[in-house]
């Protein structure tokens, strides 16, 4: 079975500053995909950004950017510029790209961010 | 509608009561998933459904557990003789097109849960 690991339980950053989520994972597959979804308190999962394991470019969408290291199961998450709204619950998530039996998201258990005025 | 919709936002339940639990999802969307998220957790999988077809509920935590979606839209997560344990919140999300192509487009779409409280 996969794990996702977030081994930092809250995170604090200054407003406009960069910020780093860490995340590492274990699995037996070679295809995949993973996942930085963000959980304000509304409980609302929103994406942020996701990666293909296949694909060697790290994923970027505006002030988001990940750091996907395929041989050491890492996968951490970049916040530049970091805003007010960033506030929130963070989370790592594993999917299997095999499909079949195997089609939930398997969640790390959580990072809380919090912005510094 | 425009999102997934979940209902109640909030439901209290006495042990040993049973409760069921809705889900809207995305008009048209074929994948829909219910996760459990105990306090200070990351959500758990519990059961996926492809149109009305349940293809996985390997992540039911018991027999008390039960979820259908009988006409390929609206599910229901029932959970009966409810426990202590049993209180989380409970997450819908629902995908346009069936695991696992959808996630090359953008991943599941979440409500925003039903919050329950065994008393």
């Known amino acids: 079975a996969q794990t996702v690991t977030q081994s930092q339980p809250e995170m604090s950053v200054q407003e406009a500053e960069t910020v780093t989520l860490s995340c590492t994972y274990d699995t037996s597959e070679s295809d995949y995909y993973l996942f930085w979804y963000k959980q304000p308190p509304s409980r609302q999962m929103i994406l942020v950004i996701r990666?293909?394991?296949?694909?060697?470019q790290n994923a970027t969408e505006n002030r988001f950017s990940v750091n996907f290291q395929k041989a050491a199961k890492s996968f951490s998450l970049k916040i530049s510029d970091s805003q007010l709204g960033d506030a929130a619950m963070y989370f790592c998530a594993y999917r299997t790209q095999s499909g079949g039996g195997a089609d939930g998201l398997t969640f790390g258990k959580g990072t809380h961010l919090i912005i510094q005025p | 509608g425009a999102g997934v919709s979940q209902s109640p936002r909030y439901k209290v339940a006495k042990r040993g009561q049973d409760v069921a639990l809705r889900c809207d999802p995305i008009?048209?969307?074929?994948?829909l998933f219910w996760y459990q998220q105990a306090l200070g957790q990351g959500p758990e999988f519990l059961t996926y459904f492809q149109n009305e077809a349940q293809l996985d509920k390997s992540g039911l935590p018991s027999d008390r557990f039960f979820a259908e979606r009988p006409e390929g839209s609206v599910s229901t997560l029932k959970i009966q003789r409810t426990q202590q344990e049993d209180s989380a919140v409970y997450l819908c999300?629902?995908?346009?097109?069936?695991?696992?192509?959808?996630?090359?487009?953008?991943?599941?779409?979440f409500g925003s849960g039903t919050r329950l409280t065994v008393v």
């Open positions: 999300a629902s995908s346009r097109t069936s695991a696992p192509s959808g996630f090359r487009q953008g991943g599941y779409t």
């Open positions: 008009s048209g969307h074929v994948s």
């Open positions: 990666q293909e394991a296949y694909k060697q």
